[in-house]
């Protein structure tokens, strides 16, 4: 049997007996009431109950999507443990449902779960379930509540659709479990809707080795929020237009690895963490709020920060108390702060790219820092050896920031024209500041390649048009002689 | 109204036959073009460093230029016996002072189109044309700043006797707006309670026309987080379309301000003589 013709057969067989089932219970009332009074009508109605329950199995079996929402958990607690569920693809099932046992619920398309509960509408409380090609509709509206909750280890939920104003998928206490390729959509409010009405989209805690990977996380509060859980990788993830896209808290050695942030408050927010692996994640665009930025570390020790991009970020990578971390060949590109180091200590920062950010360094109060061979396009340097990095440093001066520390309203100065003067005057002493002892002098740092053709030939008219009328009225009405 | 363009038109011609206004010209196209050629193309569009450099040129230049090449406009007049001439006709102040405001806005408008014009042109063959909406906001804010520094020059002019004066006068304002500003502001504003810092900066900010054109411009670049949580309620308040709507009244008040006050001053001198 086809695996297709297999599910629709299982599924068909335990509407069946539900339907069976409930044929039997009301045919026992019917015995035990009394004989006359309304035995008879009984008997219609439950007549009338089983045909609609067939008529429903068989409009469901030709796959139409129209009728109510058939109860999800009787389906399950007919499927036998280790056995596949597979609802109709377009057809809706009711939820909250309590999976307890072992087994695997799939759809051949697209199968709906409607929850009005305020249950989540799928619990995972046995190991080793599978969910497959699910579309879950939450209508809870508590953030705290999940649509999806797991509470068990080893499951695997693939390709998942889940619209919620609540939290998305929650995994408590559930060690290695996989999420993958799924798309989490919160906050019907949209973009506008406040960051604390909304839920996590993935959400993780005292859950270890699990893998999040290939999902897509809109308008939630966090994307993916992972708190006191170990060796959680997060990989090839896509997180937009939320609060943080990617928060760790207090786990050890998660793995933020090629993941994507677009429009969110912060990338990636990484806080009291020792032994992370953040590599090749891109942030762009996280410039919206006065308190956005691509990447920020706090607390964050012994941790490979490597190859990623933040771009057009208010900030692009943020460090506070972090200690010993490498930061490697990164590119910092077009962001209004490159990177702000505060009260940090002994971090190396390697073979990175600082491009046409506005200001592209700020530091206080950190020592130790190794900074070699970075790339800073707004320095001349003089290289008399010829190895392709300058003899002179590089030197982040901290005055901007030791301002506007003490007086947050300074922050109007942000590259005052006159503010170099003043930081001039102060430029006393650079012993403690924070130095590039090694510019690199040259960088394969290469923008990304849309060149905007209809732009450029547009702007070569508007210029020549703009010069042209420019001569002409100046020789028409200032130089010629009327 | 006769008489404004009369004055306007002959301002125009009479800006065109100075050989400062030809110098600011090439300074300006010269700059312009350069940082346009020097830059990265990663940073053209947005709130970047090319940007940014952009803005800072425009405020190191544009206000020094207007401010002298006004106020020297002026004082030429008066030095050159042209005013005595003219006030002998039945020529009004107002007509007088709004005829050069007029004319002299075209001459410095001309000067940064030109400037627009050329590093526009041959950034766009060279393949490092800012986009057009960076373009167009630059040269709003270039027209702005000279329209404003205009007003100040206008009572500069009516205030000074000589060229001399005008010049002394001018430099010390262009330092005391564009350069000195953060330093004197932070050396005054520290003797104020804390909470009284911001709203003192705030007002002090619609007093300095080029403060109050860069921090618009910035906000309009998207770049208005980079101001902080202080300015928060601002920023969200000038990105919505009524901000530049009230941004727009300022700038006209600052003008009708400016040009009121240089009439009268100019008017007293007149009846004094």
């Known amino acids: 049997m086809e695996p297709a013709d297999r599910g629709v057969h299982c599924r068909r067989s335990a509407v069946q007996r539900h339907a069976d089932r409930a044929r039997e219970e009301k045919r026992k009332a019917k015995f035990k009431r009394r004989p006359g009074g309304w035995g008879w009508a009984g008997a219609f109605r439950s007549m009338l109950f089983t045909g609609l329950l067939l008529g429903a199995c068989a409009s469901a079996a030709w796959g139409s999507g129209a009728e109510e929402a058939a109860p999800l958990q009787p389906l399950i607690d007919d499927t036998p443990a280790g056995g596949t569920l597979v609802l109709v693809s377009d057809r809706a099932y009711a939820g909250p449902a309590v999976i307890d046992k072992t087994l695997a619920i799939r759809s051949d398309g697209e199968a709906l779960v409607i929850n009005h509960s305020d249950k989540p509408a799928l619990s995972l409380q046995a190991d080793g379930i599978r969910l497959q090609d699910l579309f879950v509709k939450d209508g809870q509206i508590d953030p705290k509540k999940p649509a999806i909750l797991v509470q068990s280890d080893h499951n695997r939920l693939e390709r998942l659709r889940i619209e919620t104003q609540a939290g998305g998928i929650y995994l408590r206490e559930a060690h290695d479990n996989a999420i993958l390729n799924s798309r989490i959509e919160g906050a019907r409010g949209g973009a506008s809707e406040a960051y604390s009405r909304r839920g996590n989209g993935i959400d993780l805690m005292n859950a270890n080795r699990n893998r999040i990977e290939g999902n897509t996380l809109v308008h939630v509060h966090d994307g993916v929020y992972v708190e006191s859980s170990n060796e959680t990788r997060v990989q090839g993830n896509h997180a937009v237009d939320s609060r943080y896209g990617y928060h760790f808290m207090f786990s050890g050695k998660p793995e933020l690895r090629n993941n994507t942030g677009s429009g969110n408050v912060t990338g990636g927010m990484i806080m009291g963490v020792e032994g992370a692996v953040v590599e090749g994640n891109r942030f762009d665009k996280q410039n919206e709020n006065v308190n956005s930025q691509g990447i920020l570390l706090f607390d964050v020790r012994r941790s490979m920060i490597g190859h990623n991009r933040v771009e057009g970020n208010r900030v692009g990578i943020y460090m506070e108390n972090a200690t010993e971390n490498a930061l490697t060949d990164n590119e910092i590109v077009r962001n209004f702060i490159g990177m702000q180091m505060i009260r940090s200590h002994a971090n190396t920062l390697r073979n990175s790219a600082f491009v046409a950010n506005v200001n592209q360094a700020q530091s206080v109060d950190s020592q130790d820092n190794v900074l070699e061979g970075n790339y800073w396009d707004d320095f001349q340097g003089l290289d008399t050896d010829g190895d392709g990095f300058s003899e002179m440093t590089y030197e982040i001066d901290p005055f901007f920031l030791q301002l506007t520390k003490d007086t947050d309203a300074y922050q109007v100065f942000f590259q005052a024209p006159g503010l170099p003067f003043l930081a001039q005057m102060f430029r006393a002493d650079t012993t403690n500041w924070l130095k590039d002892r090694r510019p690199l002098l040259a960088s394969s740092f290469v923008p990304d390649g849309h060149v905007d053709e209809d732009g450029r030939i547009l702007m070569l008219f508007a210029g020549a048009a703009l010069l042209l009328s420019t001569l002409f009225i100046i020789y028409r009405w200032g130089y010629r002689r009327s | ?273």
């Open chain 2, 1 to 273: 109204m006769r008489h404004t363009r009369t004055i306007a038109l002959r301002e125009l011609k009479l800006g065109f036959r100075n050989p400062w206004a030809y110098s600011f010209m090439a300074l300006f196209a010269v700059f312009s073009l350069a940082l346009v050629l020097i830059q990265s193309k990663a940073g053209l569009s947005g709130y970047t460093s090319t940007t940014g450099t952009m803005i800072n040129l425009i405020l190191y230049l544009l206000p020094l230029m207007t401010l002298l090449l006004g106020a020297f406009s002026l004082t030429a007049e008066k030095e050159e016996g042209g005013w005595r001439l003219l006030s002998s006709f039945a020529l009004s102040t107002r007509a007088f002072i709004c005829g050069k405001y007029i004319g002299l806005a075209g001459v410095l408008i001309l000067i940064v189109s030109f400037g627009f014009g050329l590093s526009g042109m041959i950034g766009a063959i060279f393949g490092h044309a800012f986009p057009p909406s960076s373009f167009g906001r630059f040269l709003v804010f270039s027209v702005l700043l000279i329209l404003l520094f205009l007003g100040i020059s206008a009572i500069l002019g009516a205030i000074c006797r000589n060229r001399w004066q005008a010049l002394t006068y001018g430099v010390a304002i262009w330092f005391f707006l564009v350069l000195g500003w953060p330093t004197l502001l932070i050396a005054v504003l520290g003797f104020l309670p804390y909470l009284w810092i911001k709203p003192a900066l705030i007002a002090l900010i619609f007093a300095n026309p080029a403060e109050l054109n860069r921090l618009f411009l910035i906000v309009k670049m998207g770049g208005g987080s980079i101001l902080g949580p202080e300015y928060y309620r601002w920023v969200a308040w000038i990105e919505r379309p009524t901000g530049s709507l009230v941004f727009a009244a300022v700038c006209v008040l600052w003008i009708l301000a400016s040009v009121g006050i240089s009439i009268i001053l100019w008017e007293r001198g007149r009846r004094s003589e």
